[in-house]
Nanobody, 126 residues
């Protein structure tokens, strides 16, 4: 069992930066691939980015490439979402997920994940 808790959401101006954290319980965090998804009101859940268990492989949605990164610190049981150059289309509830067994390709699909956090709201002002 893995419990995930996101934090770091808030209000930021367009063009600004924000870092989200996803802290995991348990001693097996290093065995899980991790991902971030987001969902805006009236829209479907959308893949943002993912990282494999070791941190050696990452993938990004085209909409965030070059702006967002997903570092992880297995010693701290935490994965981050560093968001730079935030745009008016980025506001959403951002949620992190943990996947026990997955290929990098499958990490872009929400049903690949075994555990989810409760989400944290990101708002961008223009």
């Amino acid at each position: 069992q893995v419990q995930l808790v996101e934090s770091g959401g808030g209000l930021v101006q367009a063009g600004g930066s924000l870092r989200l954290s996803c802290a995991a319980s348990g001693r097996t965090f290093g065995r899980y691939a991790m991902g971030w998804f987001r969902q805006a009101p009236g829209k479907e859940r959308e893949f943002v980015t993912a990282i494999n268990w070791s941190g050696g492989s990452t993938s990004y949605a085209d909409s965030v490439k070059g702006r967002f990164t997903i570092p992880r610190d297995n010693a701290k049981n935490t994965v981050y979402l560093q968001m730079n150059i935030l745009k008016p289309e980025d506001p959403a509830v951002y949620s992190c997920g943990a996947a026990k067994v997955a290929t990098m390709m499958s990490l872009s699909r929400w049903h690949t994940y075994d555990y989810w956090g409760q989400g944290t709201q990101v708002t961008v002002s223009s």
